[in-house]
Nanobody, 127 residues
Framework: QVQLVESGGGLVQAGGSLRLSCAASGRTFTIYDMGWFRQAIGKEREFVAAISWSGGSTFYVDSVKGRFTISRDNAKNTVYLQMSSLNPEDTAVYYC????????????????????WGQGTQVTVSS
């Protein structure tokens, strides 16, 4: 049974930084791509970033490019999202998710291709 547990959310002022973590358990972490999604109040959940199973490939939504960095530590079964230059539009619940297909190439940004999800962590950016 796969479990994904996010942590690191909180309240930060505009221009600040946060690092989200997602600890995974339950199946071989090192062969699955991982993604981060977010959902703001009144909006649909959207893709934020993804990283390949090897860590060699990453992809970002345009709105976070240059500000967010996704990374993973396969020895710790953990994926991270380093967020900097935060602005109020980044306020949302952030979810990590695991790809349903092992060793996928290339990365996918489709929600339907991620079969396990964390409970979410709230990020609030004040102006």
């Amino acid at each position: 049974q796969v479990q994904l547990v996010e942590s690191g959310g909180g309240l930060v002022q505009a221009g600040g930084s946060l690092r989200l973590s997602c600890a995974a358990s339950g199946r071989t972490f090192t062969i699955y791509d991982m993604g981060w999604f977010r959902q703001a109040i009144g909006k649909e959940r959207e893709f934020v970033a993804a990283i390949s199973w090897s860590g060699g490939s990453t992809f970002y939504v345009d709105s976070v490019k240059g500000r967010f960095t996704i990374s993973r530590d396969n020895a710790k079964n953990t994926v991270y999202l380093q967020m900097s230059s935060l602005n109020p539009e980044d306020t949302a619940v952030y979810y990590c998710a695991q790809d349903r297909r092992a060793l996928r190439m290339p990365l996918t940004i489709l929600e339907s291709e991620y079969d396990y999800w964390g409970q979410g962590t709230q990020v609030t950016v004040s102006s």
